[in-house]
């Protein structure tokens, strides 16, 4: 059965900076939502712009996997939307954030800490290495791969302990930042990506799609069991 | 340097039900800062009813670990001092939410999950398990301890993946239960106990009152790094 | 691609007991085997008594997931193919100890714990409740399943704190243990799985089955990423 | 009470190379134990040469934290004393493996995986991050610290996902490294730390030491609960 995405972009920096606008004349929720059409995926988009962001309840019921970018825009986002999403999560919806997309509401509600970092504008190489080689969202990968010009994160990356660190990245100017971190909430996966600056065509770049994709599958809902919550008989009352 | 406690209750039980005043005739939090004062830490109370609950910035200057009990009132703990609590574990303090204080607002922030569990009424035995034998929450337990009535919480509970497991409860109704269990926040340590029902005397329970008071010194903050956050230069800027 | 099972049996019991011999006719492997062809693997097995106990690496090269199923002769198996089994597993095959394989070679070597427990014979109830309502390895299941007669396994069990605890079973006698625990080692997927005690029909039970079923699709090998080891040029080399 | 520690050396690069020699006149294991003991804790050194390398069960009856210095001669080690040292980890003893330690028998014994690195030689800056700004092994440090001149280590490393990871490296020619994990093994506290190559002052180095030091009271043994392994009668049996 074909993984339905849905790509959601705030979708500010392109409208108000020519020169975002002109790197991702679709937006980056159409760039990323091209690479995953391309990758086999039934995808989708939505901005912040739209009714209810474009995440109604309808939308939802068609997304798998939610890949979220924003940035400036963060606080824009409705609680109530970001309650939504956080909702959908633990009943299953994988959410796949990308680059500043860790101070979502959405991220943060779901980590329970504050997802500090340390950052530096200006363009500087990041090289993105494999940690966990063994991982699916890891699956093709060099053993790491280079962005030419990015904005940098480095650590402490205040996050819970994650299940798995899937990638940690090396920056020229001297700071390290773990990439790809793997979450459970409830029934939902969630995998949080670094790369995506706005300033640099990293969302066109080759290996970035290919994590995003891999990200997709690997946030897919699973089935699970049955669970029962609330007052209930003692399981022993059959025998 | 003597560690100091604060023992938050909602204190509602105690005033509406009689049974519950006469079994706690200082109230929840009265018993348990009891137990932990005579344990040699430095204690002190607040309630809901007091104002900001009794979680002013300056009682929680003087907390190194907060206990907490609370039930049907978690609705009515304010927004703001959940916030409080929450940025305060970031910060290194200590959380110890017992039995329903799993429902909080800030634990269940602290969580990003909904904390939903099944239950059953009625007292019934529970034996509650260490699972972790080399944990310092587990110091001086005997491999199990008993409470002949309780109210039952069973499994799945929804919360993330622990970082330590270190007690399992058995209960006569047939369900399981992972009755302890230990996360960290940014710099604050958290452990969740579920024993304390309200409906028996389980907080005058030897082996309950050790376990909370070996919690408290487990979560009590440590020094850590420095950390920075925001906008930096280069750490290679010096070479 | 269908994935190709190898279930791997000391096959013991089942020659030196009349009652094991006619509960599994095709032996435990036989039984297990059965239930995996039917739910569409491509299955084999293996057994102590033959040549390198039928796990050479003519075997192990059409392995995807190797079940294995152990007790009393434990022992036995010779240092070079528990060896051999734990670098398969380094390598991405993915590893099913059933019940007393957990005291196997390779499963202790993977592990890097004593893997102690305690124990009971005589036959009793078990519940295995879901704690992990939302992974792979519980697809299908109702929120608990009974096993009517058994050997109790109890806390505390020495292993590491697991990736995931996916089971917590429920004794008549008073106990609990963590039934299902996932790990991962080097590129391979474990799932060390409690029921299978040969002195009952258990591996007859659908439900039991099913887990066997689902924990082999969860532990087949992924691609990965390339990896590296070894002396090597600086990665910035090329600048 | 204070804390004993050994330091335990292989001991061989200190007495084949002069510059080695020249650099650790003590010996690695000298050097180290003189910055234990000015930090207070009580410390003895034992090395490869001596009878049963130095580990004699009397030795470790006294030993609360084992610090382990190993490189060129982990083979050399008797599979006697790698399995006395395993078991005491599983009792409850610490330890401590510094550089390539993570090749010995032990810490590879307790991981259960290859512990596979990438390296070069050569001489190269490293600068250590703390990852885990509230974990007690980087209690005083400054959020980084550099080490002028080092052996290179890079990801992927394969260990089992850690319990925490404290430190993670960055090196001037490209690569990361997770410099400091924590592990548990039965109740044995584990820190590989991976900073300590011989042909740099790297051990006389303040921040360094002060890593070892918080590492020895962070896996200093604890109490923990009774454990009861083997057959027993039910937990129910008095009710």
New interface residues.
Partial sequence: MTLQVTVWNENVHEREEPEVAERYPEGIHGAVADALTERGFETRTATLGEDEHGLTEAVLDETDVLVWWSHCANDEVSDAVASRV?DRV?E?MGFVPLHSGKNSKPFK??????C??????GG??E?V????????I???????FEIPSTEMY?????V??P???VF?????????F?SGLC??????RIFAFRPGHEEYPILHQDEVQQVIGNAVEWAAP????????????????E?
């Fill in positions: 956080v633990h299953g509600r779901l980590m329970g800490t504050t500090n970092i340390k950052y530096r504008h500087e190489t090289r290495w494999v940690a966990d080689h063994g991982h699916p890891a699956d093709g990968l060099p053993e790491s480095g650590e402490p990356y205040d819970p302990e299940d798995r660190t940690i990245s090396w920056f020229e100017g001297g700071e390290v773990r979450y459970r909430r409830g029934r939902g699973t089935e699970g069991s049955e669970a029962v919550w609330g007052e209930v008989e003692p399981a022993n009352r025998d």
